[in-house]
């Protein structure tokens, strides 16, 4: 099934320690963002792209789509001060009124089997994130203090993409700014609203790049695939 997919991409270089949007920072000489949308770009049941931007940064970003010839770009829009604002707008730009994706701009290494599962998965049940199982122990903590260690075996770590019905997320978004109600991620605002969130496991690199390490980190990631196509 085709769907649209919207990338929030009005982030700042701050945890990276860039002067710049993150999203410009090369990994093998490719901007990050690009790696993403190339993912998306050779996906054929992606029939159309949005893009949520800082306006000073939109003329940049159109001269990358055109260097690296990203043509799926339906529509670029004004990002907002928060995550969740830049992808209602993406949202109200969607040329697509079906299955919606929401992916981090910063996650360029998921699998195009994820993302497939999680449009059956919206398709099916209206609602679906990309997640992994969490490996490590975890312990609830107040003041310093531990209070309590937390049953590791119903707990996941949420990812995107995560994946709508077009008609769940805009009642979502919708409420949530009618309410000013500002959420962790979309999947939240959904919660919200009564709906079911399913979850499709993902795989532990899909990391979003966001610290100096994650960068050695989708070195080396993108050096095993390369590997692996050979």
């Given at each position: 099934m085709a769907y649209t997919v919207i990338l929030p991409a009005a982030g700042s270089g701050k945890r990276m320690g860039a002067e710049h949007n993150k999203l410009f920072i090369e990994l093998k000489n490719i901007?990050?963002?690009i790696h993403t949308l190339?993912?998306?770009?050779?996906?054929?049941?992606?029939?159309?792209?949005?893009l949520?931007?800082?306006?000073?940064?939109?003329?940049?970003?159109?001269?990358?789509?055109?260097q690296y010839s990203i043509q799926k770009v339906a529509a670029i829009t004004?990002?907002?001060a928060e995550r969740q604002h830049s992808v209602y707008a993406g949202l109200k730009a969607s040329p697509s009124k079906e299955?919606?994706?929401?992916?981090?701009?910063?996650?360029?290494?998921?699998?195009?089997?994820?993302?497939h599962r999680l449009v059956q998965a919206a398709e099916k049940f209206g609602a679906a994130v990309a997640a992994v199982r969490a490996k490590d122990t975890m312990k609830k903590v107040q003041n310093g203090i531990i209070q309590e260690t937390v049953e590791?075996?119903?707990?996941w770590i949420i990812q995107t993409p995560q994946a709508f019905q077009y008609n769940i997320l805009e009642k979502a978004e919708r409420m949530a700014e009618l309410e000013s109600f500002l959420g962790t991620d979309e999947a939240m605002l959904v919660e919200r609203q009564g709906e079911k969130v399913h979850i499709?496991?993902?795989?532990?690199?899909?990391?979003?790049?966001?610290?100096q390490e994650d960068?050695?980190?989708?070195?080396?990631?993108?050096?095993k695939r390369k590997q692996e196509e050979q």
């Open positions: 901007p990050v963002l190339r993912v998306f770009e050779r996906d054929p049941q992606c029939a159309h792209i949005v949520a931007v800082k306006k000073d940064e939109q003329s940049y970003i159109e001269q990358l789509l055109l004004e990002g907002g299955v919606v994706l929401v992916h981090d701009a910063a996650r360029p290494f998921i699998h195009q089997d994820v993302i590791r075996e119903s707990l499709v496991e993902s795989t532990y690199d899909n990391v979003k790049v966001t610290t960068l050695l980190f989708g070195e080396v990631i993108l050096n």
